[in-house]
């Protein structure tokens, strides 16, 4: 079965899928929407199906949004 990346939109093939947050990525694609930072699959925040990092979450979102970024945590601690 073949996962269509949230970012460019193109298919992500086993061999090359990097997985966060229950969303298939590309290696190359999975980067902080805001400042291009190479993200670790899990360990990153997502706003409107996009990832973050934590750092540019807290500046756009928070304070606010930090009981969401709590929320994403814990929902990886799970998997
Ligand atoms: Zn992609
Ligand atoms: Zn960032």
Known sequence: MVGYCPICGKPVYFGEKKRSLGRDYHPLCLKCQ????????GQHAEY???PYCSHCYLKMFG???TA?????YTHIEKE
């Open 68 to 72: 969401c970024l709590t929320r994403t």
């Open 63 to 65: 304070p606010r949004g």
């Open 48 to 50: 409107d199906e996009k």
């Open 34 to 41: 805001k400042c291009n930072r190479q993200l670790t699959a």
